[in-house]
């Protein structure tokens, strides 16, 4: 064998090595993938046991995901359980979470709306204008 | 005569049973949030109560109360915009909303806030609130926040 062949040999041999170690990792990505190696995000309603009367929501109960109703009480989407945690226990003037929470589709990606702060279910490309308030009233204690 | 008998039976029947189903409300116990120091004022607790009132209405009051080692008792009265209120509503563990933050406008030793965000259809619902109460502490607000009971219509 000449020295020239034992160098092809050998690049081929790389060659090779090289396809398996690709062809093996495509593989394990591919597994991964349908295996659903990160875990799906719960969604429903939130649990019973979550409302302790006389203590915060138990944020440990809530899925990821609530389902988000519309005023005809139909469900809209999905709100991620973060926007439904009570505030911290001490917040700057004008940083309370008093904002448009996104609600999502099925997919739980695509945005559909908005839950807005006094109004309710707003869904996207809608003027927030046109949803009536809820029926509200505030009133010092007697 | 007997057929009378029968009608007024069942109206005293209908007109019993109606207050029972439809007209309730209730409320989580006044709870105890946190001790405070207001600007200006002497040391306070901060107080919560929250609810479901006639009918599928959410409800929470902020209380600011004497400082008592961390009991709710007498009120302490304190100026506009120290106290807060909002609502979180949920009817049958679906959220319908939030109320949105809404201020003392005048003195006072309890701020309450009612707000309608739940449809409520024919048949038996469950309903609860979570409240948050809000004690204006510097250049922002302390929290806290307490659940209702559950209540069906």
């Known amino acids: 064998m000449s020295v020239h062949t034992g160098l092809r040999q050998i690049r081929l041999h790389a060659k090779a090595f090289t396809a398996v170690c690709l062809a093996a990792a495509i593989v394990a990505i591919m597994t991964a993938a349908v295996s659903g190696a990160t875990p799906k995000p719960s969604r429903g309603p939130i649990p019973e046991a979550a409302f302790r009367p006389g203590q915060p929501l138990d944020m440990s109960l809530v899925p990821d995901f609530v389902p988000a109703i519309d005023r005809d009480g139909n469900v809209a989407g999905y709100v991620p359980k973060e926007a439904l945690a009570p505030p911290p226990r001490f917040v700057e003037a004008g940083q309370l979470p008093d904002l448009p929470t996104p609600v999502y589709g099925e997919d739980l990606r695509t945005v559909v709306g908005h839950m807005v702060p006094g109004k309710g279910f707003v869904p996207l490309g809608t003027d927030r204008d046109s949803i009536p308030n809820f029926e509200m009233s505030a009133a010092p204690v007697p | ?153």
């Open chain 2, 1 to 153: 005569m007997r057929r009378r008998g029968i009608v007024a039976l069942v109206v005293a029947a209908y007109v019993l049973a109606l207050p029972a189903g439809v007209s309730a409300t209730r409320y989580s116990n006044v709870t105890w949030f946190l001790n405070w120091i207001p600007s200006g004022f002497p040391a306070t607790e901060l107080c919560g109560q929250s609810g479901i009132v006639d009918t599928a209405r959410n409800y929470n009051q902020a209380l600011s109360k004497v400082w008592n080692y961390g009991a709710c008792g007498a009120s302490r009265v304190l100026p506009a915009t120290f106290l807060g209120s909002a609502v979180y509503g949920y009817r049958d563990g679906n959220y319908c909303g939030n109320s949105g933050y809404y201020y003392s406008t005048v003195a006072t030793a309890g701020w309450q806030l009612w707000a309608t965000m739940c449809s409520n259809p024919a048949g038996s619902q469950s309903f609860h609130t979570v409240g948050t109460s809000l004690g204006k502490a510097g250049s922002g607000y302390l929290a806290g926040s307490v659940t209702s009971p559950a209540q069906s219509y």
